[in-house]
């Protein structure tokens, strides 16, 4: 069995980031499952690249291998700390770039950090809507770790453990049945 092909876009803007925590927290959980290779895109490395540009011709050769490589994953985790109830400014800049058709049923793990429970619904109001736009498959689980779950060095409140293992399984099968079914497809085609 082939590696999948798992990438994250982490909407921090620092570091250390506890939302690139959680990123890796479900890094881990997926490598459980099954064989990954994992790339990370940080707004915090990639926002100076990103910031400036209006539209897809003003991005350099790195900005452009990066939109690349979020539309060649398997698997996408998009994770992003929650500011005044919604993601980053940056993360949502980097996304604008992506083509509107380059996630296409591809299956993504939507979570996001904040500093108390209020936020908790900006995965069902502000991600799952941004990534049904692109007809990517938002999978049901989604993940939100709030301050008082992190205990210094991760989150360990059980009901976020018991969300993360929840969606890392959902994500495996999704990714694994789409890309059986990309098979299929071109040996019929």
Do not use: C
């Not at 700390?81 to 058709?101: E, M, Q, R």
């Not at 939100?144 to 453990?161: H, I, K, T």
């Amino acid at each position: 069995m082939s590696k999948l092909n798992v990438v994250v876009v982490s909407g921090n803007l620092g570091s250390p980031s506890k939302t690139l925590v959680l990123a890796e927290q479900i890094l881990a959980e997926l490598e459980l499952l099954t064989p990954i290779k994992s790339t990370i895109f940080q707004l915090a490395e990639w926002a100076a690249i990103f910031g400036p540009a209006r539209h897809p011709g003003e991005l350099n050769d790195e900005a452009r291998k990066v939109l690349q490589t979020i539309a060649s994953a398997d698997l996408l985790i998009a994770v992003s700390p929650v500011y005044k109830g919604s993601y980053t400014g940056a993360f949502k800049h980097l996304i604008d770039f992506i083509d509107p058709n380059a996630l296409v049923g591809v299956p993504v793990i939507l979570a996001a950090t904040g500093g108390g429970y209020k936020h908790a619904l900006v995965i069902e109001h502000q991600l799952r809507p941004l990534f049904a736009f692109f007809g990517a498959n938002a999978l049901p689980v989604g993940i939100y770790a709030a301050e008082q779950d992190y205990d210094g060095q991760r989150f360990a409140e059980p009901v976020v453990l018991e969300r993360i293992s929840a969606a890392a399984k959902q994500a495996v099968d999704a990714a694994q049945t789409r890309i059986h079914s990309l098979q299929t497809t071109q040996k019929i085609a």
